[in-house]
Nanobody, 124 residues
Framework: QVLLVESGGGLVQAGDSLRLSCGASGHLFKNAAVGWFRQAPGKEREFVAVISWTGNTYYADSVQGRFTMARDNAKNTMSLQMDSLKPDDTAVYYC??????????????????WGRGTQVTVSS
């Protein structure tokens, strides 16, 4: 079992930066692939970024070059540094973890554990 809790959301202006964090419970974190997803009002949840248990990192095209994901296995935490934010980045952001699968499963959102989400609002 992995319990995930996000923090760091808020209201910012276009062009600003924001850093999201996600803390995980349990001893399985280091063996898990961990990711960030987001869901905007009226839209489906979409993949943002993922780091595999081997440290490989993948980003959605829409955030490549602006967002940076990191993980700290010693602290059971992951983060998402978001720079050059745009109004289109407005969404509820969720962290997630899974002990199985691969890239194609992860980008489809096939994760076993999810946080409750944190709101990010970017004003124009």
């Amino acid at each position: 079992q992995v319990l995930l809790v996000e923090s760091g959301g808020g209201l910012v202006q276009a062009g600003d930066s924001l850093r999201l964090s996600c803390g995980a419970s349990g001893h399985l974190f280091k063996n898990a692939a961990v990711g960030w997803f987001r869901q905007a009002p009226g839209k489906e949840r979409e993949f943002v970024a993922v780091i595999s248990w081997t440290g490989n990192t993948y980003y959605a095209d829409s955030v490549q070059g602006r967002f940076t994901m990191a993980r700290d296995n010693a602290k059971n935490t992951m983060s998402l540094q978001m720079d050059s934010l745009k109004p289109d980045d407005t969404a509820v952001y969720y962290c997630a973890a899974t002990l199985s699968g691969g890239y194609y499963q992860w980008v489809r959102g096939e994760f076993n554990y999810w946080g409750r989400g944190t709101q990010v609002t970017v004003s124009s």
